[in-house]
């Protein structure tokens, strides 16, 4: 089955600094790569999601890349802000099948 | 983003009693609901799957006798913990997916916070 793995576990930045964190998955045939983040006592919101069809994705200061040949992808925050401190998860399917979470990631941002 | 609702955000029960969480899409029909469970700190465990009108999938390990769930229409599953004990408090975080052909968003309920005293 599908096994994915986060890094780093814990992240700490200067505001206006970016962010990347990585996940590495280890099935071929995973085709969906949704970020999500979470804050303390809430449920995870999907922040940004990208398909294998694709090999980047951007939302504002928000941005994933895709490497399918060597099975990971990356989240990148820019111009962080303190609001943007939460843990962030991400994740990996096939096609209408369940999402394998990596470990998640606790972002500090200091003013 | 789509809107997932859960009812109650926090429940306190006592040690045998049943409790019964709520989990509703507001703005769109979730095909595939899930529900998973999340202890401190960690990440969130996937306790089951379930298609609407059919019985659920529960992963390895959980004990479906336990945690009954009713998926009983296209807007609203249910998760009862049945017989609470203690070790049963955790939190408990619902999801939804619209399993269309241009769809593959999951997304999450605000979660509930369940303390078996």
């Known amino acids: 089955g599908e096994n994915v793995e986060q890094h780093p576990s814990t992240l700490s930045v200067q505001e206006g600094d970016s962010a990347v964190i990585k996940c590495t998955y280890s099935?071929?045939?995973?085709?969906?790569f949704p970020w999500y983040k979470q804050e303390l006592g809430k449920g995870p919101q999907l922040i940004i999601d990208?398909?294998?069809?694709?090999g980047e994705k951007k939302d504002q200061r928000i941005a994933v890349t895709l490497n399918k040949t060597a099975k990971h992808f990356s989240l990148h925050i820019t111009e962080t802000q303190p609001e943007d401190s939460a843990v962030y998860f991400c994740a990996a399917s096939r096609r209408f099948q369940k999402l394998v979470f990596g470990t998640g990631t606790r972002l500090l941002v200091s003013p | 983003g789509a809107v997932v609702s859960q009812h109650p955000s926090w429940v306190i029960c006592k040690s045998g009693t049943s409790v019964k969480i709520e989990c509703r899409s507001l703005?769109?029909?979730?095909?595939?609901m899930f529900w998973y469970r999340q202890f401190p700190k960690q990440s969130l465990m996937l306790m089951a799957t379930s298609n609407e009108g059919s019985k659920a999938t529960y992963e390895q390990g959980v004990e479906k006798d336990k945690f009954l769930i009713n998926h009983a229409s296209l807007t609203l599953s249910t998760l009862t913990v049945t017989s609470a004990h203690p070790e049963d408090s955790s939190f408990y975080i619902c999801?939804?997916?619209?399993?269309?052909?241009?769809?593959?968003?999951?997304?999450f309920g605000p979660g509930t916070r369940l303390t078996v005293t």
């Open positions: 999801s939804a997916r619209e399993d269309r052909v241009e769809s593959y968003e999951q997304y």
């Open positions: 703005d769109f029909q979730a095909t595939t």
């Open positions: 990208i398909r294998s069809n694709v």
């Open positions: 099935d071929s045939a995973s085709n969906y």
